[in-house]
């Protein structure tokens, strides 16, 4: 008997393995930049390994404000690897190919706390790993909005980010439309999840509308007018 169990519970685990395994997510750092203070920095104040373990818990955080948590949902993309990459750029950090680079120089020059800075920082950018740009037909505003989105919902805006209200257009990008998608998700909750699944292959502006039942346009102007900031 003891022995069924043990076959049992050997095939349930290679069965899990099997079903979930396809999908578990390696992560790796690189840094390139070690002789630089800004490398040094990285290694002294954040470090490899914290480093992984925020790239681990932004992919369970925006998989779930995505409603894509389940391995076996078809909307979710299948990613098997993210690296993240120190070294010497100009700019704070892009996404390519999976890839995040990170400047050292930000780190280096970075006044406050690098460390919740750099967790803030991989929440945007392990969110551009994982939404979806409507093969790159959505404009590049809200594609970085939804990134500050998540990074905002996770707890890691940054200090320097506009107050809701501000801003001159939705497609802004960044903090601004951030602000505002947290706007469009407090009207319907799970807005910004429908919204990153219909980017799947293409987009619209019409998405707003049929989500939300307003233009994009109208749901601006009135988000403006809560905040009066005209």
Same mark, same amino acid.
């Given at each position: 008997?003891?022995?069924?169990? !043990?076959?049992?519970?050997?095939?349930?685990?290679?069965?899990?393995?099997?079903?979930?395994?396809?999908?578990?997510?390696?992560?790796?750092?690189?840094?390139?930049?070690?002789?630089? /203070?800004? $490398?040094?920095?990285?290694?002294?104040?954040?470090?490899?390994?914290?480093?992984?373990? /925020?790239?681990?818990?932004?992919?369970?955080?925006?998989? %779930? =404000?995505?409603?894509?948590?389940?391995?076996?949902?078809?909307?979710?993309?299948?990613?098997?690897? !993210?690296?993240?990459? !120190?070294?010497?750029?100009? #700019?704070?950090?892009?996404?390519?190919?999976? &890839?995040?680079?990170?400047?050292?120089?930000?780190?280096?020059?970075?006044?406050?706390?690098?460390?919740?800075?750099? /967790?803030?920082?991989?929440?945007?950018? @392990?969110?551009?790993?994982?939404?979806?740009?409507?093969?790159?037909?959505?404009?590049? $505003? =809200?594609?970085? $909005?939804?990134?500050?989105?998540?990074?905002?919902?996770?707890?890691?805006?940054?200090?320097?980010?506009?107050?809701? $209200?501000?801003?001159?257009?939705?497609?802004?990008?960044?903090?601004?439309?951030?602000?505002?998608?947290?706007?469009?998700?407090?009207? %319907?909750? #799970?807005?910004?999840?429908? =919204?990153?699944?219909? @980017?799947?292959?293409?987009?619209?502006?019409?998405?707003?509308? &049929?989500?939300? #039942?307003?233009?994009?346009?109208?749901?601006?102007?009135?988000?403006?007018?809560?905040?009066?900031?005209?």
């Amino acid at each position: 008997m003891a022995q069924y169990v !043990v076959v049992v519970c050997l095939i349930l685990v290679l069965t899990l393995a099997s079903v979930y395994g396809c999908k578990a997510v390696e992560y790796a750092v690189t840094n390139n930049a070690e002789s630089s /203070t800004g $490398g040094q920095r990285f290694d002294k104040e954040v470090g490899a390994d914290y480093a992984k373990q /925020t790239m681990s818990s932004a992919t369970d955080f925006i998989l %779930k =404000l995505f409603q894509q948590n389940t391995n076996t949902d078809t909307d979710r993309k299948n990613v098997q690897k !993210v690296s993240l990459i !120190v070294e010497n750029i100009e #700019g704070v950090a892009f996404d390519i190919n999976n &890839e995040i680079h990170v400047s050292s120089s930000y780190i280096d020059e970075y006044p406050g706390d690098i460390k919740n800075e750099i /967790t803030g920082i991989l929440y945007h950018e @392990m969110t551009h790993v994982w939404q979806w740009d409507a093969n790159g037909q959505a404009p590049s $505003g =809200l594609i970085e $909005g939804i990134a500050d989105f998540v990074r905002l919902k996770a707890g890691y805006a940054n200090l320097n980010w506009v107050p809701p $209200g501000r801003g001159d257009d939705w497609f802004q990008g960044y903090d601004v439309t951030a602000r505002f998608l947290d706007y469009c998700n407090s009207i %319907k909750n #799970g807005f910004v999840a429908e =919204l990153n699944k219909k @980017m799947k292959s293409s987009y619209s502006d019409t998405y707003f509308d &049929e989500l939300l #039942g307003k233009s994009v346009t109208q749901l601006w102007a009135d988000y403006k007018a809560k905040y009066d900031t005209d």
